[in-house]
C-alpha cells in the first residue's frame, strides 16, 4: 500500500519568515496531495490540495508544488502569521472513477511561530 | 467549518464492550470515510461507504465495521473493545466520484480503560 513520510517533525520559524514542509510518497498511482492543518483538539482542516496533472497551486500565502517523477510534495507558507502555529498534515490518495480509497497521512510537522 | 457532524463528542467505554458512533455528511456528499488518530499521530483510513456498500478498507480488523443510511449518514461500529482502540475518530465527507475532496467532522474522542 501508500506510504508517506513528513519532515521535519517539527518547525520553529520567526514571525514573517517562510516555512516549508516537504512529504514523499511510494505509490506512482497516487493523483491526489492535499494539505490539512490542525489545531489543538480540532478537526483537521484542508487547507489546499494539489492534483497530478499540475505542478504547482498557490493561494495567498500557500503554495504547493508537486513531482511526480521524485515522488514528493512540498507546502510552502509565506510571511507566517502566530495563526499559521499548528500541526500540519500531508496526505496522497489514489483516486478511482468509480469511487476513492482513504487518504494515507504523514506523521505531521508541528509548526511553530516565534513571535 | 465544515458541515460534517458526528457525536458524541466523548466516549468512555470498558475493554470487551462495543461502541457504535455517529456522522453526518455535509449537503450534497454521499461518500463517507472513516479514520482513527491515535495521539500524536495522523489519520489512519479504517473503510469508506458509497450507496451504503464498503468501497474501500485499510488495515483494521473486522472488528471495525460500519453502515451507511439513505440520507448518506453513516455509523462506525467496533466490538470487542481493546485497550489500543483508544483514539479520536473522525468521519470525513466527500461529493463521490471523481471529486476527491474530504472534509471532516470535529471527531469523537473514545477512551477505552
Known amino acids: 500500500g501508500e506510504n508517506v513520510e513528513q519532515h521535519p517533525s517539527t518547525l520553529s520559524v520567526q514571525e514573517g519568515d517562510s516555512a516549508v514542509i516537504k512529504c514523499t510518497y511510494s505509490?506512482?498511482?497516487?493523483?491526489?496531495f492535499p494539505w490539512y492543518k490542525q489545531e489543538l483538539g480540532k478537526r483537521p482542516q484542508l487547507i489546499i490540495d494539489?492534483?497530478?496533472?499540475?505542478g504547482e497551486k498557490k493561494d495567498q500565502r500557500i503554495a504547493v508544488t508537486l513531482n511526480k517523477t521524485a515522488k514528493h510534495f512540498s507546502l510552502h507558507i509565506t510571511e507566517t502569521q502566530p495563526e499559521d502555529s499548528a500541526v500540519y498534515f500531508c496526505?496522497?490518495?489514489?483516486?478511482?472513477?468509480?469511487?476513492?480509497?482513504?487518504?494515507?497521512f504523514g506523521k505531521g510537522t508541528h509548526l511553530i511561530i516565534q513571535p | 467549518e465544515t458541515g460534517v457532524t458526528q457525536s458524541p463528542t466523548h466516549l468512555i467505554k470498558t475493554r470487551g464492550q462495543q461502541v457504535t458512533l455517529r456522522c453526518s455528511s455535509q449537503?450534497?456528499?454521499?461518500?463517507v470515510s472513516w479514520y482513527q488518530q491515535a495521539l500524536g499521530q495522523g489519520p489512519q483510513f479504517i473503510f469508506q461507504?458509497?450507496?451504503?456498500?464498503?468501497?474501500g478498507r485499510g488495515n483494521f480488523p473486522p472488528r471495525f465495521s460500519g453502515l451507511q443510511f439513505p440520507n448518506y449518514s453513516s455509523e462506525l461500529n467496533v466490538n470487542a473493545l481493546e485497550l489500543d482502540d483508544s483514539a479520536l475518530y473522525l468521519c470525513?465527507?466527500?461529493?463521490?466520484?471523481?471529486?476527491?475532496?474530504?472534509?471532516f467532522g470535529p471527531g469523537t474522542r473514545l477512551t477505552v480503560t
Open positions: 470525513a465527507s466527500s461529493s463521490g466520484p471523481g471529486s476527491y475532496e474530504q472534509y
Open positions: 505509490d506512482s498511482a497516487s493523483n491526489y
Open positions: 494539489i492534483r497530478s496533472n499540475v
Open positions: 496526505a496522497a490518495l489514489i483516486g478511482m472513477g468509480g469511487g476513492a480509497d482513504g487518504l494515507t
Open positions: 449537503s450534497g456528499h454521499n461518500t
Open positions: 461507504y458509497y450507496r451504503e456498500e464498503e468501497n
